[in-house]
Antibody, heavy 123, light 108 residues
Framework: EMQLVESGGGLVQPGGSLRLTCVAS????????MGWVRQAPGKGLEWVAN????????DSIGSVRGRFTISRDNAKNSLYLQMISLRDDDTAVYYC????????????????WGHGTLVTVSS | ESVLTQSPGTLSLSPGERATLSCRAS???????LAWYQQKPGQAPRLLIY???IRATGIPDRFSGSGSGTDFTLTISRLEPEDFAVYFC?????????FGPGTKVDVK
């Protein structure tokens, strides 16, 4: 059975840091692009960052660039999101996602999601 | 960057009825790279449809997608109790994976 299990969320003050972890199982982790999508309370979904199979290609939305770093450890089937300089508007549930590229150019399609971890930025 | 608009915001229907959800893009969607996701309260989203009309693995055939260009539709032919949820459309590929605001399908 495929699983993506996130951890590392919690309450942090503005300007603080957190590191999210996602552990994958049930599929060949090192064969897929992976990423993070977030959902602010009562709001819609927003792609945050993604990374290719060997970490040679990464991308993220402008609002987190320079503050969030995505990485992975294929030996541990794990995906990470290091977040620094956190702001109130980073408050959200962060989902670990598997990206599926059925066709050339069809990036940012997410065919499997974890259950999410809540990050709350508040003083 | 394209903006996705979904309508209606809420759709109130009874089990067994047909649901028709709309997603409109501000710019033409390249290659029909339009997906639909279902999200139930407290759960992660689930991919239903990609490339506008292809059902994802394990998705029942009462779910169908159609459309091209800027106008897309998700149809649920007969609502089952487990189908009451929020549905998001998403443009993937060239548009930074933009999601629509969602349509909530609730019980009338």
């Amino acid at each position: 059975e495929m699983q993506l299990v996130e951890s590392g969320g919690g309450l942090v003050q503005p300007g603080g840091s957190l590191r999210l972890t996602c552990v994958a199982s049930g599929f060949p982790f090192n064969s897929y692009w992976m990423g993070w999508v977030r959902q602010a309370p009562g709001k819609g979904l927003e792609w945050v960052a993604n990374i290719n199979q060997d970490e040679s290609d990464k991308d993220s939305i402008g609002s987190v660039r320079g503050r969030f770093t995505i990485s992975r450890d294929n030996a541990k089937n794990s995906l990470y999101l290091q977040m620094i300089s956190l702001r109130d508007d980073d408050t959200a549930v962060y989902y670990c996602v598997r990206e599926r590229r059925f066709t050339h150019g069809a990036d940012l399609l997410f065919d499997f999601w974890g259950h999410g971890t809540l990050v709350t930025v508040s003083s | 960057e394209s903006v996705l608009t979904q309508s209606p915001g809420t759709l109130s229907l009874s089990p067994g009825e047909r649901a028709t959800l709309s997603c409109r893009a501000s710019q033409s969607v390249s290659n029909d790279f339009l997906a639909w996701y279902q999200q139930k309260p407290g759960q992660a989203p689930r991919l239903l449809i990609y490339e506008a009309a292809i059902r994802a693995t394990g998705i029942p055939d009462r779910f169908s997608g159609s459309g091209s260009g800027t106008d897309f539709t998700l149809t649920i032919s007969r609502l089952e109790p487990e189908d009451f949820a929020v549905y998001f459309c998403q443009e993937y590929g060239s548009s930074r994976g933009t999601f629509g605001p969602g349509t909530k399908v609730d019980v009338k």
